[in-house]
């Protein structure tokens, strides 16, 4: 019910009385009162004016579920949202959950992660409140082979929301990470489970940097936030649930999967093509200039003897960048 008043006072954009609520909602005017009451202590400045009713001043700064929903124009991410204060990972949390059936759709989104993880054992520091740490599950009908276009997707719809919403040219650094600049502002980690040939899920975890203004010495010269960018703070709500929109149709309209439109949007936000690169084979540093990008979300590199390397994992090193 919280929900659907703040939807109410929202699309308004004026006074709304107490009766009409309840009308709509089919509630008693006591429930209204009560239900304002919490969605005041969440931290919404919503007024009151005797004969004129209810009037929605503000969203809360932290964020909030009810919120985000109210923003929300998606199909399936979002369906349902968990806000947590604090989480070893996001990720983890919604693995445990994905385990035991939650729907598709769910997102698990915290203040602040203890754990938080990087590829390969790495750590992602998520400062508390400064950072937005969210995981999002999904159960696309795909074999294992078939989701190499998950993790680029999810990138393409974070680099665009970050650019639509903050009016940023943030761009891709192949494969998981998000710049601006020379400097890192999003990691995604994409974590699954298969049974046999089918997967039973898929969870995008997205790291992003929005109102830090330092950063741990080891990570400082390569880590950028969106208030050091703008030097604005962001409405963390409005953009979360950019965020999920820009997320929701880069997944549904492409079925999951890179090609076509989409793989020539991602190849246009990509910083790493016709950039120099490097990357290791068994033992041997291969140099080369980073090409495309094809659809299984693989990066093709040009050698100088003329032929051309596919890089489907591990470390790619971009000259200039970091
Ligand atoms: C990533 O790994 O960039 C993936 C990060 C994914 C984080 C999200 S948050 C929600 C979900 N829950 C989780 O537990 N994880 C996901 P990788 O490409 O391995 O980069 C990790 C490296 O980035 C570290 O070794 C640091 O050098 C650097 N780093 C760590 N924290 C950073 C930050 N906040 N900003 C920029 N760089 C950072």
Redesign the pocket.
């Known amino acids: 019910m919280q929900t659907k008043i703040v939807k109410i006072l929202y699309t308004a954009k004026d006074y709304v009385s107490g009766q009409e609520i309840s009308n709509r909602l089919g509630v008693s005017r006591q429930a209204v009162n009560k239900a304002v009451k919490v969605l005041r202590d969440k931290g919404f400045v919503i007024s009151s004016v005797t004969n004129k009713g209810y009037l929605l001043e503000s969203f809360p700064e932290q964020l909030c579920e009810e919120a985000v929903k109210c923003l929300l124009d998606t199909k399936l991410i979002g369906s349902k949202i968990i806000v947590l204060d604090s989480v070893?990972?996001?990720?983890?949390y919604l693995k445990k959950l994905a385990a035991k059936g939650a729907q598709a759709g769910t997102v698990v989104v915290s203040r602040e992660?203890t754990?938080?993880?990087?590829?390969?054992g790495?750590?992602?520091?998520?400062?508390k409140d400064d950072?937005i740490?969210?995981?999002i599950l999904l159960r696309p009908q795909l074999s294992p082979n078939e989701i190499g276009g998950i993790t680029p997707l999810a990138g393409l719809a974070v680099c665009r929301a970050i650019n639509d919403f903050c009016k940023l040219d943030s761009r891709i650094k192949w494969p998981?990470?998000i710049i601006v600049g020379k400097?890192?502002?999003v990691?995604?980690?994409t974590e699954m489970s298969t049974d046999f040939d089918r997967v039973e899920y898929i969870i995008p975890?997205?790291?992003i940097?929005v109102g830090?203004t330092t950063?741990p010495d080891?990570?400082a010269y390569?880590?950028?936030s969106i208030l050091l960018e703008t030097g604005r703070h962001i409405d963390k709500n409005k953009f979360l649930a950019t965020v999920l929109n820009y997320l929701d149709d880069a997944m549904l309209q492409n079925n999951y999967t890179l090609g076509g439109q989409s793989a020539e949007d991602y190849q246009k936000l990509c910083a790493s093509i016709g950039r120099q690169v490097s990357f290791c084979r068994g033992d041997r540093k291969i140099s080369g200039m980073a090409v495309s990008v094809n659809d299984s979300g693989e990066l093709e590199v040009m050698l100088s003897n003329g032929t051309v390397a596919t890089v489907n994992s591990g470390e790619v090193t971009v000259q200039g960048i970091y």
Not at 115 to 120: C, I, P, T
Not at 122 to 127: G, L, N, P, S, Y
């Open positions: 070893t990972s996001t990720n983890d992660q754990a938080g993880k990087g590829r390969l790495r750590i992602w520091q998520t400062k950072g740490a969210l995981s998981n990470d400097k890192k502002i990691g995604i980690l975890g997205i790291g940097n830090h950063f080891n990570i390569k880590a950028t």
